[in-house]
């Protein structure tokens, strides 16, 4: 079993910047692939970020890819995810998410093995 704490959301403005943290606990951490996904009001989850377990290989979408940058430090059992250039379209409910396997596509939710309960992102316009 795997818990998943996400921290570091907030309120901020267009331009700004927040490193989101998500700290895992239970089963080995570094046997599991991370993702990020996001929810706004209203509106389906979305993928946002994912990175392999040794942190070798990294995937975005487009409308995030040049201003996000996911990571993960196994030693300390935790991935992050910087938000640069933040926009208002980027409000949303942040989710870290785990997954014990490879993926071809690791946008798929369906996929996931554990999920964590969000953090809010509020970019102020």
């Known amino acids: 079993q795997v818990q998943l704490v996400e921290s570091g959301g907030g309120l901020v403005h267009t331009g700004d910047s927040l490193r989101l943290s998500c700290a895992a606990s239970g089963r080995t951490f570094s046997n599991y692939a991370m993702g990020w996904f996001r929810q706004a009001p209203g509106k389906g989850r979305e993928f946002v970020a994912a990175?392999?377990?040794?942190?070798?290989?990294?995937y975005y979408p487009d409308s995030v890819k040049g201003r996000f940058t996911i990571s993960r430090d196994n030693a300390k059992n935790t991935v992050y995810l910087q938000m640069n250039s933040l926009k208002p379209e980027d409000t949303a409910v942040y989710t870290c998410?785990?997954?014990?396997?490879?993926?071809?596509?690791?946008?798929?939710?369906?996929?996931?093995?554990?999920w964590g309960q969000g953090t809010q992102v509020t970019v102020s316009s």
């Open positions: 998410a785990a997954v014990s396997r490879h993926l071809l596509d690791y946008s798929l939710t369906y996929y996931y093995d554990y």
């Open positions: 990175i392999n377990w040794s942190g070798t290989s990294t």
